[in-house]
Structures are given as C-alpha cells and as structure tokens.
C-alpha cells in the first residue's frame, strides 16, 4: 500500500464523513421513531420488560445485541434530550434528538469506513493502468475502496432514511478479511457476534457453516483437492461450537433466564407481516405477484375468474397477508423450501471447491442473494447485503466486474421510493449518478489491466442488451419521478409507479442472480477441463 493510497482513502473516509453531518435535517423515516423508542425501552425499563413492552407499535425486534447497543447510546442521550428517553413519548421530534441519531450513526459508521479501508490495504491486488493520470479511478485499491466507503444504498439508508447499517457491514468486513487472512476463529466470532446484533445475516450463515467446516475442520487432498474425512478435527469442531455457544449465550443468556426466549424469538421472526413489504422488494416474489395480477384482470376480462379484493389488497402499500387471486398462495414454510433448495447448489459447490476464501466470499454472495430473492418478507434494502460483498470481487476480473456494475445500478435505482419527498430528490438523483458513473469509469479502466482470452474486449464491461435495459430503467425513474403525477394519474392509480419500479428492476436483479450463479458454477468445471 503506497502512501498515496493511504492519503486518497483517508480523504475518501473524511470527505463521506463531513458529509453525512450535513444530512441532519433531512427526511427521516419512521426507523427514526423505531430507534427513539428502543432507546426509551433499553434505557427507561428493566430487562424482563424489553421484550414485551408495546405502547408503541414499534416493538423492539432485533436481538439482543442490538439492544444493548441502544441501552449504550441511550446514556449519552440526556446530554442531548432526555425527553426523547420517555416511551410514553411517542413519535417524539426534537432537533437535539434528531441531531443525537444522526451523529450517533455517523460515529458508528466509522467501524466501517475502518473495515473497508483493512480490506483494500490488505486484501485488494494492486495494479498500474497505464495512460492515466489518477489513481483515484485506476489504482484497484482505491477504486474497492470508494466503491465500499461511499455505497450510494448505504448512505441514504442510513443516513437519510434512518437505520444503523454502516458498523454492521463494518463487522461483516472484518469477519471476511479474517477469513482471507486465514484467522478462521476470529471470522467465526465476528460472525456470531454479528448474527447477535441483527438476524438478517442468517441469510449467509450457510456459507460460513460450510467453509468453516471444509477448510478449519477437515483437511484436503494435495492431488485432487477432495475432503479428506478421516482428518476431522473434533477439537477444531469444538472450538468453533464453543465461541458460538458463548457468543448466542452472553446474548440470549438472560432472557432464557427469565423464560423470555419464546417472546423473543417470536419478536425476532414475525411470519405474519406478509410474503413481501409494503413496496415490494425487487426479487422473484414482485415478479410471481405481478404475474397473479395480469393472470387475475386477463381473467377477469374474459370473465374466467370471480371477483376478488385480494388483488388490490398486495397492491395497496400496506404490510399485511393476503392470499393470491389466481396463482398460488404463498406461506412462509415454501420460501423456506425454496431458499433451501436454490442455496444448496452454491454450498455443495463450495464444499467440493474450497478454493481460498474468494469461493468462501462468491457462496456467501450466492447465499445472500438467495434469500434475497426467495426468502419471506423481504425488504428492499437487504440488496445491500449482495452489493456490498460484491464490491470486494469488481476488481477481481471481467466477469465480476459486470456483475457489480449491473447490480449495483439496478439494486441502488430499486432503493429510489424509499425516500419520496420532493426535498431530497436531488440529492437523492446526483448521489446515484455520481456513484454509477464513478462505477462505470473506474471499472472501466481498470479492467484494462485483466489478461482475458477471449474474442469480446475486457474493456466491455456490459453487453448491449444490459446497456437497453439501463437505458429503460432511466425511463422508467423518469416515469416514476415526474411522468406519473404529469399524466394526472397520481389519484387514480397511486401504486403504479411503485409497481413499475419493483417489476422493471426485479427483471434486471432476477438476471443478475442468475448469470452471476451461473459464472461461479462455471468456474469450477474450467477447472475440473483444465486439470484433465
């Protein structure tokens, strides 16, 4: 790592965290009521009370971690407002309170700013790309760098929008780097730790489960790479089950002291807020929702179907169930099914490939974009947790490279209806651009420096039916910003233009799914070819 790279990533680090002080006044989202009032639960009442506490209808439901993170927070609060401390105070605002969350999130944020910038120093191959001037858009591990540090998803999320994401991500880097540096105890327990501080990352445990397992517990052929079974390492077995049991025990301990688990657990998985979100995720559940809906008005038309409510129900912006009109009614246990049987590939994979922590890092992105696509309830933002992995692969080859830009794109402009205020749209218009064309850019030349044999350039970063769609998605953010209320039909059909933006950028993500588990599993049979 040259001093120059160490300068451009501090500057990088210190210009996003000026920045995001300058959010302060911006829209919030009800998350900002939601972690007002766990602050109040973790700091006004006694333990046996956080689980159970419902005055407001924002209940604490992440794990208790995280609980503990807001009761820590919650002490240095009264310095602000001590008001915003009372849960009798609903949908309390002040500007110290408000000013209170958001410098608390940019605080946390440094945890990732940090992790991001250990991975590209220690992690991210350096390369020159000749012809050009800057190393802010050629040298790869700047380029990584920025890619991660200024995450358009990430920072209207957390910083407009309102949650804590950034330290999350932060420890999910660590916990990679830890696997790249082969301190496999160390991943596992920044993994467990993290599972503890909010449960969406399950989505991606079945990733370490298997890596751990493959490559810390058993060992390998030197001539062929297969498992060897009799080398199994009970003691490294127990070791890892150890630092888990503790870690989901100092959590959890508590509560099942106090017979909460139950309560807790059903706080943590509520099944019955629906198959999707109010605005739905743009994953396979928007595409079989929107197909129900044309099966349901052809139907109606030709008058082959029966009145039914439940069709304008999954489009009337509310978090609720409701069953389809045609196709199928979904239920939680067949998303579970169909996550299993679409993760299965991409660990078996792993298993029978355990080729560095790079194939760790592409199943824990195939297990994370799964669920993504299959799973129950699903929100929107979980996109980040396959943009952001994928970033540490943009640099890595060609390939890849296409896959991030593409995803990225697509999965941020899906991002775009959550913050809906006139105020913010263009912040919210020059945030995406600047980092889609930085992306576009920097990629671009970067992938310059990759040996590929191939008749297509490596300079062609996406083919031109990719470059069709980009170009309808504009149209589309188009329609949805302005076109729609311009036509007079904001009164008549509200929901189109949420319909339009989840349906158009699930096609473009569905297809990113299935061309980037397609070039992993590719991978391994250009291999097993060459090695025959």
Known sequence: MTKQENVLLVCVATCLSFTKLLMVNMYRSTDYEVHRNWLAITHSLPMDKWYTENTSEWTLDYPPLFAWFEFTLSQFAPLFDSAMLKVSNLNYVSYSSILFHRLTVAAADLLYLKAAYSFCTTCVPGRKVTGTSHPLISDPKVIVGVLLMANFGLFIIDHIHFQYNGFLFGILLYSILSMYQRHYVTSALHFATLLNFKHIFLYIAPAYGIYLLRVYCFKSSTKDGSVLWKTFSIYKFLVLAVIVVCVFGMSFGPF??????????????????????????????????????????????????????????????????????????????????????????????????????????????????????????????????????????????????????????????????????????????????????????????????????????????????????????????????????????????????????????????????IRLYKTVLSESMVKIIKSQ
């Open 256 to 513: 099942i002291y106090l017979g909460q688990l139950a309560q807790v657990i059903s706080r943590l998985f509520p099944f019955k807020r629906g198959l999707c979100h109010a605005y739905w995720a743009p994953n396979f559940w928007a595409l079989y929702n929107m197909a129900d809906k044309a099966l349901y008005i052809t139907g109606r038309k030709l008058d082959l179907v029966p009145q039914s409510n439940e069709s304008a129900a999954m489009t009337g912006g509310l978090v609720q169930e409701f069953n389809h009109a045609v196709l199928p009614s979904i239920k939680p246990l067949a998303t579970f099914i169909l996550t299993a049987l679409f993760i299965l590939p991409s660990v078996l994979h792993l298993w029978n490939n355990p080729i560095g922590p790079k194939s760790f890092l592409k199943s824990l992105i195939l297990c994370g974009f799964t669920s993504f696509m299959f799973g129950w309830h699903v929100h929107e933002k979980a996109i980040l947790l396959v943009i952001i992995p994928l970033a540490l692969l943009a640099v890595d080859n060609p390939q890849y490279t296409r896959h991030f830009l593409f995803l990225s794109i697509t999965g941020h402009c899906s991002l775009l209806p959550l913050i809906f205020t006139q105020f913010e749209q263009p912040v919210l218009y020059f945030g995406l651009a600047a980092y889609s064309i930085y992306s576009w850019m920097s990629l671009h030349l970067v992938t310059q420096t990759f040996e590929v044999k191939s008749s297509a350039p490596a300079h062609c970063l996406l083919s031109k039916y990719e470059k069709y769609y980009l170009y309808g998605l504009v149209v589309v953010i188009l329609y949805y910003g302005m076109g729609h209320s311009l036509l007079g039909l904001s009164e008549t059909l509200p929901f189109l233009p949420l319909l339009l933006m989840s349906v158009y950028t699930s096609l473009g993500v569905t297809y990113c799914y």
